[in-house]
Structures are given as structure tokens and as C-alpha cells.
């Protein structure tokens, strides 16, 4: 699946078709999303199929931070109005219904998508239409869209500091790499690899299983038979529910074979189950337990209004963020206009439950602060390194030698 990924347009202008028209009115003056004492916003996730386990959840935190805006007064004087959709796990129907967001809801901004593959799905539709995708997973980098803004962490901000800590901490010489088959885990296996191959790693295997896949005995025998250090993992949705019980399974656990995982989270934990988990790495930029008086406020309102077993995680908090950053930047253009959101976004600051992000005016992703996890016995996470500060967002990796030729 990754063929063809080079190819693919990582620009810092538009790359969606010259075809407009479907495009949005934006450049005829109209204020997309008011109607009345209303502003329309779309909410797009998969609400079903196997990325559902993770996506569900994003969508209520956006809900709740459209909850907290309106109680607040709203946005220009005017109630947010959330048009939900669901992308149902399927990368053709996520570009089908942010069309309809965009054409026919007439949507001020949305807000959705998990899935690197969800995402490039959209991101010809947002930037024909000339419309803002607020995105909130950390993902591969190479990509800088005019029209998506990215609240989820890029490479430099979550891949280079959990191999920087494999290396460091636990002196791991020998990684093995495994991931769902989609242009997430296969691109960002390739930066890993040419991470490893300048730091002295040796990757000693490298497996890949189609989402939604529930069988690993295979993978996890190869696994076995190739005796790493240490295994990177990039499995997304409910497969991780398959990988990490059979991992168990088989007699492995965090002491005999530590993971580091970039896709599973407090909320994955839930359905995997703390018993086939704990003790286990993780590398996110925000975690249920950090502290600070934002993020205790933020945990207890979302379990609130979710239920006291409910937990936030990273991409959960990222898209709460997103809602928060779209509001503040319409507020200070005195517009929902794209153009005009996008000028008022360079340099915005906002006091996240993670720490105070700021938008990169340069390419739309966020500052943010490292943080590499470890998974305890109550199915929370200990933050074991944090980064001095939040990083600049670095999604081509020009500053990295290594990545030269990616």
C-alpha cells in the first residue's frame, strides 16, 4: 500500500484537482457555517467498523469542547451546530461524506479522521473545496497540507523520541517492526529504518497484517524466531485487541520483550485488556495522568458527561484541542472564512490538558511536548521521559541527515 507514496503530493500549496466545480464560496464573501445565530461544523469519524474502537471517542471530545464553546457564548456571537458523520472505517466513504459536509451541510470547518489512509482520502476534497480539515492523530509526516491542520504529533515529535528512548534507556540494539498494512505504519517504518540504519539499530523483521486482521501467531512466532531487543509496533483499531492477547498468549510480557507502541493508547487499553498490556511502552505527547490544573479539568469534565469509566488519551485530547484552536482562530479573524481562520492561526497559543501547544504558521502542525509511557497495572500511564519543552513540528524531517531521500 505504500507504493506510489513519493509520488504523492506533500506540498505547501494545493494539490486537489483544478476542477472547482464543487468548491466552496468562500472567495464570494459568504461566511460558511452561519445560518442564523448558528455556525454548522462537521464531525467526521469512523463510528463503526474497526477503527470504531478508537474513533467513537474522539468524536465526543469534540462534541464536549463544541459543548464548552457554546456555554461560553459560542463563536462570534453564534451557537456551534455539530454535523455528524460516519466514516465507517472506509477510506472512500470519509472523501464522500466530507464532501457532503462541505457541499451540502455547508460546514464551517471539519473536524475528523484517524487513519492516515482516511486522511489522504480527504485531503483533495478539503483542498478543492477550499475548506479546513482539523486532523487530531499523530501520523508518518512528509505532508503539509494549506487546508488541513494537524493537532496530532508528526515524526519528530513522537517516532524519533521513542527510538531515541529505546536506544537511550533501554539499550535496545535489535528492533523488530510491526504494523497494520496501510501508508501509516509502512511509511513510518521506512523513517524508522533509516533512523536504525544511521544510529546503529539493526532491524531485524518487519510484519504487516491488514486492519481489522485478528490472527498473529504467525507474526508473532517470526518474532520469536528473530530474538530483537525490542519490537515497534504501529497496529491500529481493534487488531491491537488480537496482537497484544495472542502476544500473552505465547508466554511474552513487557519483561521478556518490551513494545513500544504508537498507536495504542488509554482508550485501546480498554478493549485489549491491562492483563496483556501492562508494563508495556508507549510514545504519545499527552496521557490521562498529566499534570496540570487544565488537563485535571478537562479528565473530569469528559467523564462527566461520558461516564466515570471512561478515559482520554492522546488523539482524544488532540481533537478536543483542534475545536478549541478552530474557535479561538475564527474569534480572531472575526470570520469563519478559511483564509481569513488560517492568517489568524499562525503563532496562536492555546493552554491544552497537554501543555501549551502553538500552531506552526509554516505548515499547520502544533508545538508539542514528547512523552514516552508506561503502561501500569490500573490501565494508565506513567509518563517515564518527557522532552524539555514542546518541539517544533518538523514534518519533512529537514533538520534529521538521516531522513535525506525519503
Given at each position: 500500500m505504500?507504493?506510489?507514496?513519493a509520488?504523492?503530493?506533500?506540498?505547501?500549496?494545493?494539490?486537489?484537482?483544478?476542477?472547482?466545480?464543487?468548491?466552496?464560496?468562500?472567495?464570494?464573501?459568504?461566511?460558511?457555517?452561519?445560518?442564523?445565530?448558528?455556525?454548522?461544523?462537521?464531525?467526521?469519524?469512523?463510528?463503526?467498523?474497526?477503527?470504531?474502537?478508537?474513533?467513537?471517542?474522539?468524536?465526543?471530545?469534540?462534541?464536549?469542547?463544541?459543548?464548552?464553546?457554546?456555554?461560553?457564548?459560542?463563536?462570534?456571537?453564534?451557537?456551534?451546530?455539530?454535523?455528524?458523520?460516519?466514516?465507517?472505517?472506509?477510506?472512500?466513504?470519509?472523501?464522500?461524506?466530507?464532501?457532503?459536509?462541505?457541499?451540502?451541510?455547508?460546514?464551517?470547518?471539519?473536524?475528523?479522521?484517524?487513519?492516515?489512509?482516511?486522511?489522504?482520502?480527504?485531503?483533495?476534497?478539503?483542498?478543492?473545496?477550499k475548506?479546513?480539515?482539523?486532523?487530531?492523530?499523530?501520523?508518518?509526516?512528509?505532508?503539509?497540507?494549506?487546508?488541513?491542520?494537524?493537532?496530532?504529533?508528526?515524526t519528530?515529535?513522537?517516532?524519533?523520541?521513542?527510538?531515541?528512548?529505546?536506544?537511550?534507556?533501554?539499550?535496545?540494539?535489535?528492533?523488530?517492526?510491526?504494523?497494520s498494512?496501510?501508508?501509516?505504519?509502512?511509511?513510518?517504518?521506512?523513517?524508522?529504518?533509516?533512523?536504525?540504519?544511521?544510529?546503529?539499530?539493526?532491524?531485524?523483521?518487519?510484519e504487516?497484517?491488514?486492519?481489522?486482521?485478528?490472527?498473529?501467531?504467525?507474526?508473532?512466532n517470526?518474532?520469536?524466531?528473530?530474538?530483537p531487543?525490542?519490537?515497534?509496533?504501529?497496529?491500529?483499531?481493534?487488531?491491537?485487541v488480537?496482537?497484544?492477547?495472542?502476544?500473552k498468549?505465547?508466554?511474552?510480557?513487557?519483561?521478556?520483550?518490551?513494545?513500544?507502541?504508537?498507536?495504542?493508547?488509554?482508550?485501546?487499553?480498554?478493549?485489549?485488556?491491562?492483563?496483556?498490556?501492562?508494563?508495556?511502552?508507549?510514545?504519545?505527547?499527552?496521557?490521562?495522568?498529566?499534570?496540570g490544573?487544565?488537563?485535571?479539568?478537562?479528565?473530569?469534565?469528559?467523564?462527566?458527561?461520558?461516564?466515570?469509566?471512561?478515559?482520554?488519551?492522546?488523539?482524544?485530547?488532540a481533537?478536543?484541542?483542534?475545536?478549541?484552536?478552530?474557535?479561538?482562530?475564527?474569534?480572531?479573524?472575526?470570520?469563519?472564512?478559511?483564509?481569513?481562520?488560517?492568517?489568524?492561526?499562525?503563532?496562536?497559543?492555546?493552554?491544552?490538558?497537554?501543555?501549551?501547544v502553538?500552531?506552526?504558521?509554516?505548515n499547520?502542525?502544533?508545538?508539542?511536548?514528547?512523552?514516552?509511557?508506561?503502561?501500569?497495572?490500573?490501565?494508565?500511564?506513567?509518563?517515564?521521559?518527557?522532552?524539555?519543552?514542546p518541539?517544533?513540528?518538523?514534518?519533512?524531517?529537514?533538520s534529521?541527515?538521516?531522513?535525506?531521500?525519503?
Amino acid at each position: 500500500m505504500a507504493a506510489g507514496l513519493a509520488a504523492m503530493a506533500f506540498t505547501a500549496a494545493g494539490c486537489g484537482s483544478s476542477d472547482d466545480s464543487s468548491s466552496s464560496s468562500t472567495s464570494s464573501g459568504a461566511e460558511p457555517g452561519v445560518s442564523g445565530d448558528q455556525i454548522k461544523v462537521g464531525i467526521l469519524h469512523s463510528l463503526s467498523g474497526t477503527m470504531a474502537i478508537s474513533e467513537v471517542s474522539v468524536r465526543d471530545a469534540e462534541l464536549l469542547a463544541i459543548e464548552e464553546i457554546n456555554e461560553a457564548g459560542g463563536v462570534l456571537g453564534k451557537q456551534l451546530k455539530p454535523v455528524v458523520e460516519d466514516g465507517a472505517s472506509d477510506w472512500p466513504t470519509f472523501a464522500e461524506k466530507a464532501q457532503k459536509l462541505i457541499s451540502t451541510d455547508k460546514v464551517a470547518a471539519t473536524f475528523g479522521g484517524w487513519t492516515s489512509a482516511s486522511r489522504k482520502a480527504m485531503l483533495p476534497v478539503f483542498e478543492r473545496n477550499k475548506s479546513l480539515l482539523y486532523y487530531p492523530v499523530q501520523y508518518e509526516g512528509l505532508e503539509a497540507s494549506p487546508y488541513i491542520f494537524y493537532t496530532g504529533a508528526t515524526t519528530n515529535q513522537q517516532i524519533v523520541p521513542g527510538l531515541e528512548f529505546l536506544k537511550k534507556e533501554l539499550k535496545v540494539k535489535t528492533l523488530f517492526l510491526v504494523g497494520s498494512d496501510y501508508v501509516f505504519p509502512r511509511t513510518a517504518n521506512k523513517e524508522i529504518k533509516a533512523w536504525a540504519k544511521a544510529n546503529g539499530m539493526t532491524i531485524v523483521g518487519e510484519e504487516y497484517a491488514p486492519l481489522g486482521n485478528t490472527e498473529y501467531a504467525t507474526t508473532i512466532n517470526k518474532i520469536k524466531k528473530a530474538g530483537p531487543d525490542a519490537v515497534f509496533q504501529t497496529i491500529n483499531g481493534d487488531s491491537n485487541v488480537a496482537f497484544w492477547k495472542q502476544f500473552k498468549d505465547s508466554g511474552l510480557d513487557a519483561k521478556k520483550l518490551p513494545v513500544i507502541s504508537v498507536s495504542t493508547a488509554e482508550d485501546e487499553v480498554r478493549g485489549v485488556g491491562i492483563d496483556n498490556i501492562v508494563g508495556q511502552y508507549v510514545a504519545w505527547n499527552y496521557y490521562q495522568t498529566t499534570p496540570g490544573a487544565k488537563n485535571a479539568a478537562f479528565v473530569k469534565a469528559y467523564k462527566a458527561k461520558y461516564g466515570a469509566d471512561r478515559v482520554t488519551d492522546d488523539p482524544i485530547e488532540a481533537g478536543y484541542v483542534g475545536v478549541h484552536l478552530w474557535a479561538m482562530a475564527a474569534e480572531k479573524a472575526g470570520s469563519t472564512n478559511p483564509e481569513k481562520v488560517k492568517a489568524a492561526s499562525k503563532g496562536l497559543v492555546f493552554e491544552a490538558p497537554e501543555g501549551k501547544v502553538t500552531i506552526d504558521g509554516d505548515n499547520q502542525h502544533i508545538y508539542k511536548t514528547a512523552r514516552i509511557g508506561k503502561l501500569r497495572p490500573d490501565g494508565l500511564i506513567d509518563t517515564v521521559y518527557e522532552s524539555d519543552g514542546p518541539i517544533k513540528p518538523d514534518p519533512f524531517l529537514k533538520s534529521y541527515p538521516w531522513a535525506e531521500g525519503l
